[in-house]
Structures are given as C-alpha cells and as structure tokens.
C-alpha cells in the first residue's frame, strides 16, 4: 500500500508580518528542499509578473 501525500500549509514571516503562500504536497519520499524551491520559483515569478516599479519619488 502506498503511503498518502502530505499536504503541508505554506507562511512566510517577515517581522510582525505572516501571509500564507500556498500549500506543499509531498508524496511518500519526496524531498521538501526540492519542492520548497519549486513553490518558491512559482511565488518569484508570479510577484514578478503582478509588480510595479515604483520610483524614489514614489511614481511608477
């Protein structure tokens, strides 16, 4: 019989600040360092498609 997936809440803390980032689903020998970064690619980039610059001065 195969073990069940692991599904695991995601957070990241910065200070006071704690948002959840999604979740992490592991299958039975899965390393977590691999699929951490794979979440945290998948963040990266969708801030880096939804990010707008914004100046010194406080524009765009």
């Given at each position: 019989m195969t073990a069940p997936a692991l599904t695991l809440p995601v957070q990241i803390t910065?200070?006071?600040y704690t948002?959840?980032?999604?979740?992490?689903?592991?299958?039975a020998g899965e390393q977590v360092g691999q699929s951490l970064a794979a979440l945290f690619r998948q963040i990266?980039?969708?801030?880096?498609a939804t990010v707008e610059e914004v100046t010194?001065?406080?524009?765009a």
């Open positions: 910065v200070g006071d948002v959840e980032v999604g979740t992490l689903t592991l299958a990266a980039e969708a801030y880096e010194g001065d406080g524009t």
